[in-house]
């Protein structure tokens, strides 16, 4: 199952009230666990970074001044994506920016049913513990140590790294995907793993007791007081 893991960057909180996106990072998994193939893009939103943005992810206007921006990048964007659900920590938060500037450019928003919201998985797996992703990389023991300020991209790879933890771990699937010599007909590539159980019929095995175990149990029922197996 191909899935984006996706993260944003913005100019602030609320694209109604003039909020831009300024970085994009996507990154590609199958059955939960990273490809390698990933998606990137810094943004010209085209108006200031008030400084609280600043800080939080570090992306100045100068920064950004010669970045592309929003209509030069989508197409590359929904090509990467294609139709394949999206993994997003906090969800609502992205969506809405997403499918304004894909609003501003006069194309059809993404239904909220392609995506999963991890932070909503987080906070019904664990009913009252922090669901941050910096709570979630403490939980899973995943390395954040380079995370001092926010980046898509980094966040989007911090979060495939929990995503797997929350699906199971390491070991879903009983670990069979890559490591088992055994393949199924979808071919070299497919993590897919399928073998057939042969059953060995074996007559049934006759229990008859003989005389000699019969005497043996009346002997020890002789010693047993009231025992059980002689009731009615």
């Known amino acids: ?3 984006i893991i996706l993260d944003t960057e913005t100019t602030g909180m609320d694209p109604a009230q003039g909020d831009r996106l300024v970085e994009i990072g996507c990154i ?4 939960f666990i990273p490809t390698g193939r990933h998606y990137h893009a810094y943004i010209n939103p085209e108006r200031d970074v008030p400084a609280g943005a600043v ?3 570090g992306l100045t206007s100068e920064f950004l001044k010669d970045k592309p921006i929003f209509s030069q990048i989508y197409t590359d964007f929904l090509d990467f994506v294609s139709e394949a659900p999206l993994v997003i920590h906090n969800a609502e938060f992205d969506m809405k920016f997403i499918n304004a500037e894909l609003k501003r450019v006069g194309h059809k928003p993404i239904p909220d049913k392609r995506v999963t919201d991890t932070l909503l998985m987080a906070r019904k ?4 513990s922090p669901a941050s992703l910096d709570a979630l990389c403490r939980r899973f023991n995943v390395d954040n140590s380079g995370r ?3 980046g898509a991209l980094l966040d989007a790879q911090l979060l495939a790294e929990v995503y797997l933890e929350m699906m199971g771990g390491r070991q ?3 670990g069979l995907a890559q490591d088992s010599p055994l393949k199924s007909a979808a071919g070299p590539d497919s ?21 000699e175990e019969l005497t043996a149990h009346e002997a020890m029922l002789a010693d047993i007081k009231d ?3 002689v009731k009615r």
């Open 125 to 128: 797996k664990f009913p009252g």
């Open 148 to 150: 001092e300020l926010h």
């Open 28 to 31: 590609e998994v199958l059955n």
């Open 227 to 229: 025992p059980i197996w």
């Open 1 to 3: 199952m191909r899935e």
């Open 55 to 57: 800080a939080v992810h």
């Open 191 to 211: 993590v897919s793993v399928q073998a057939e159980v042969v059953r060995v019929y074996r007559a049934a095995r006759a229990h008859s007791l003989t005389a």
């Open 172 to 174: 879903h699937g009983l």
